[in-house]
T-cell receptor, first 112, second 115 residues
Framework: DAKTTQPTSMDCAEGRAANLPCNHS???????VYWYRQIHSQGPQYIIH???NNETNEMASLIITEDRKSSTLILPHATLRDTAVYYC?????????????FGQGTILTVHP | DAGITQSPRHKVTETGTPVTLRCHQT?????MYWYRQDPGHGLRLIHY???????DKGEVSDGYSVSRSKTEDFLLTLESATSSQTSVYFC??????????????FGPGTRLTVL
């Protein structure tokens, strides 16, 4: 699975959009971009994933660049409960088993 | 969230004692996983299962065994607990029967302390 690079930490004001970047310059054509987050002391929570088109669900939007070498997770209206570690993961789809490789992630702190 | 429970949620035990952690799912997912999370190491895969009685090792399987006698239950056993196995253990599931999906959903975790 391709390696990802994320900023160590970011801050965001409550109510504003949080834009979390991820670089995955060695991504292969059959690899998806997944985002998870982990709120303190809880299990990782799935947010969203995509291959090359932008994706949106009730939690977030995922913007993938045309060359697929980077992506941005957008939380449109961040709340204090969005404070967490956010992980960007790249892995081959179509294999329902196999480990997820979590890097260090980005610590997002949402301020009042 | 995804119908996953783990028990116990917290356990303190002594070195050398056997410990069994249970993961239970109500979603009929085919695949189940055990990870451990430690500061500085992120999540590491211990064992996983791809069906009843079908299991395989992950990257940190030494000292652990697993069993899956029913679709809904995946047990992780520490035969003789050591202090290095003090960690937070997470169960995950994926692969809804009849659908191909890679998304893994995680349980709430079990915090294990080995004294």
């Amino acid at each position: 699975d391709a390696k990802t690079t994320q900023p160590t930490s970011m801050d965001c004001a409550e109510g504003r959009a949080a834009n979390l970047p991820c670089n995955h310059s060695t991504i292969s054509g059959n690899e998806y971009v997944y985002w998870y987050r982990q709120i303190h002391s809880q299990g990782p929570q799935y947010i969203i994933h995509g291959l090359k088109n932008n994706e949106t669900n009730e939690m977030a939007s995922l913007i993938i660049t045309e060359d697929r070498k980077s992506s941005t997770l957008i939380l449109p209206h961040a709340t204090l409960r969005d404070t967490a570690v956010y992980y960007c993961i790249v892995r081959v789809a179509g294999t329902s088993y196999g480990k997820l490789t979590f890097g260090q992630g980005t610590i997002l702190t949402v301020h009042p | 969230d995804a119908g996953i429970t783990q028990s116990p949620r917290h356990k303190v035990t002594e070195t050398g004692t056997p410990v069994t952690l249970r993961c239970h799912q109500t979603e009929n997912h085919r695949y189940m996983y055990w990870y451990r999370q430690d500061p500085g190491h992120g999540l590491r895969l211990i064992h996983y299962s791809y069906g009843v009685k079908d299991t395989d090792k992950g990257e940190v399987s030494d000292g652990y065994s697993v069993s899956r006698s029913k679709t809904e239950d995946f047990l992780l056993t520490l035969e003789s607990a050591t202090s290095s196995q003090t960690s937070v253990y997470f169960c995950a599931i994926s692969g809804i029967s009849g659908r191909l999906t890679d998304t893994q959903y995680f349980g709430p975790g079990t915090r294990l302390t080995v004294l």
